[in-house]
């Protein structure tokens, strides 16, 4: 397994916006998109931070297939509702502003909802229902993606890792944030473990004869040619629950797809009828409920700690040291990373140069 490096969170913050207004994206833009991935390695969640900064999103930008400049059309609107379609900007703008409408609008309404089409991949679900925390509200979101998850009883990719993410405040030093996918892992974490040589457990990833794969780099090859599937969260079959997996996930698929009449399923392969790469027009749903149009946000938080401590303080297994609540993981991987820095591995170290040489910006990294 390889060692990871440890960079500065303001270097890498600096190089990262740097590169971005290389590809065009506008100033403004540029702090919203370097913010969403950072955040992703703040929480510890590498799958999803600087490991895709390059292969995601400059290597797409660069191929034409997303557009460094976001042009964010509100299609239908009503004061609780909002469809907006994001014409293949950067999928973490059109997220941002989408979230930040939802929130307004439960300011007026108590409820809101914002549906997206034609977006590309936002990086960490949990970045917007945290949005609508810090506005003292519950956050709702999901995306659909890149079909990776075979229906049970079937062995063809269909879905994608679509998640499920709700944010909640609570009286705590960090909010309730279940933030996962509908499968049981997601493609950053297979690109994770093929960039260090790892395998991939038995049991997430089925071929299209029913047998499990377990290379990495060629699992990641057999999804996107369609012969390779996850596994829906709760595994294969029935028996432990992948059906309901299955069911979240196509639930998903159809709150980003059917609301705004955007792509879904095998439309979202990124691949043209004559093989070549072609714009993914991905779909999400925000919502924002506010506490105070209830019992009121104060008393909210505190109920919801209330919970919450009580799970923490259940009885845990003996062989188990203590029992977590969602976000609570991610807030304690925060604590232990402010002070080291990124971590980035060798594979993205070279990425990074690369990025770094092909638009000649002036930075020297740690690991050189």
């Given amino acids: ?39 992703s390695d703040r929480r510890g969640i590498e799958s999803h931070g600087c490991n895709r900064f390059k292969p995601i999103y400059i290597d797409r930008i660069l191929s034409g297939i997303q557009n460094p400049v976001t042009r964010f059309e509100i299609v239908r609107e009503t004061p609780s509702t909002a469809v907006v379609d994001g014409n293949n900007g950067m999928g973490q703008v059109i997220a941002y502003r989408s979230m930040e409408m939802a929130v307004q609008k439960a300011k007026n309404c108590g409820l809101a909802m914002v549906a997206c089409r034609n977006s590309t991949h936002y990086g960490i679900a949990g970045y917007y229902a945290s949005m609508a925390v810090k506005a003292g509200m519950i956050g709702i979101t999901g995306t659909n993606a890149r079909p990776s998850i075979a229906p049970t009883f079937g062995v063809e990719n269909m879905l994608g890792t679509n998640p499920l993410t709700i944010g909640m405040p609570t009286d705590e030093e960090f909010p ?112 924002a409920i506010d506490p105070e149009a ?64 092909m638009f000649g910006l002036n930075y020297v990294f740690p690991f050189e």
């Fill in 1 to 39: 397994m390889e060692e990871s490096t440890f960079v500065g969170w303001a270097f890498m913050e600096a190089f990262l916006k740097d590169a971005f207004l290389s590809c065009g994206v506008p100033e403004g833009d540029c702090d919203i998109v370097v913010d969403v991935l950072l955040e």
């Fill in 176 to 287: 309730f944030i279940l933030d996962c996918a509908t499968s049981v892992t997601q493609r950053g974490k297979l690109e994770f473990y093929a960039r260090r040589g790892m395998a991939a457990p038995e049991g997430l990833v089925i071929g299209s004869d029913g047998a499990y794969l377990t290379d990495s780099a060629e699992i990641l090859k057999e999804l996107t040619l369609g012969s390779a599937a996850l596994a829906p969260l709760g595994g294969l079959g029935e028996t432990h629950g992948g059906h309901k997996g299955y069911g979240y996930a196509t639930a998903v698929e159809l709150l980003c797809a059917c609301l705004q009449q955007g792509s879904f399923l095998r439309q979202l392969m990124g691949v043209g009828e004559a093989g070549e790469k072609v714009p993914i027009k991905l779909g999400h749903f925000f919502m």
């Fill in 294 to 357: 209830f019992m009121g946000l104060d008393e909210f938080k505190k109920r919801a700690g209330e919970i919450l401590r009580a799970l923490r303080a259940s009885k845990r297994a003996p062989w188990q040291e203590r029992i977590y609540t969602a976000g609570e993981k991610e807030y304690l991987s925060w604590l232990e990373l402010k002070d080291k820095g990124v971590p980035i591995g060798k594979a993205v170290q070279n990425e990074l140069l690369s990025v770094r040489d």
